[in-house]
């Protein structure tokens, strides 16, 4: 196969931050997952931003995440059909909407409208002001999603414009919520 038909799939690969947060506090990083909250409890984790909590099935460590523009690594260009997501890509998604789904059975269903304007936002800005607990919590997600794949700022931008764009394809009215449900129906939570 010429190298031009290679498909790019975004390699696991800690930043060394994360790395370090991880073997200091003897983190299985197979089994690594963010650390955001307890459902059972109805509690989330925010704490500043950039503090993220990170866990294996035995422990959590917080790690002091730099910005998403400093996570970005590569070059590489999106693939040109990420809004079908490319099976190459969906560590990726998964990443940020097991999380969001994570969020909504602790803070409740958000709304298509608020997903897509949080979605939207993080691609647009990616370390702008915080839209609130639910905007940081997301925030989060790309951070640890950054932090464990090789992602470059346009494929950063691509997932996320994808993520908005779903968002939008669900939305029936303001108030709908389908694009949670949708995701609660394809990951067996309903």
């Known amino acids: ?8 799939s975004p390699k696991f690969e800690l930043v060394p931050s994360l790395k370090a947060t991880v073997e200091e506090a003897g983190l299985n990083p197979e089994e690594l997952r963010l650390g955001i909250g307890d459902a059972s409890l109805n509690q989330t984790s925010v704490l500043q931003r950039q503090i993220i909590p990170v866990a294996d099935n035995n422990k959590v460590a917080m790690w002091s995440a730099p910005s998403l523009r400093e996570l970005f690594r590569g070059n590489h260009a999106p693939p040109p059909d990420i ?9 990726l998604f998964y ?9 909504c059975r ?24 915080s839209l609130g607990e639910v ?8 951070a640890f999603m950054l932090g464990m794949f090789v992602v470059s700022e346009a494929e950063f931008d691509a997932v996320f414009g994808q993520l908005a764009r779903s968002c939008r394809r669900w939305a029936e009215r303001p108030v709908s919520r389908n694009y949670v449900a949708y995701l609660g129906e394809n990951f067996g939570e309903d």
Request: glycine share 4%; proline share 7%; net charge negative.
């Open 1 to 8: 196969m010429n190298p031009a038909e290679q498909k790019y």
């Open 135 to 142: 905007h940081d919590l997301i925030w989060k997600s790309a």
């Open 106 to 129: 602790i803070k409740g269903d958000r709304t298509d409208q608020e997903m897509e304007d949080i979605f939207s936002n993080i691609r647009r800005r990616p370390d702008g002001r």
């Open 83 to 91: 809004d079908y997501y490319p099976p190459e890509y969906l560590d």
């Open 95 to 103: 990443t940020i909407e097991s999380n969001v789904l994570l969020i």
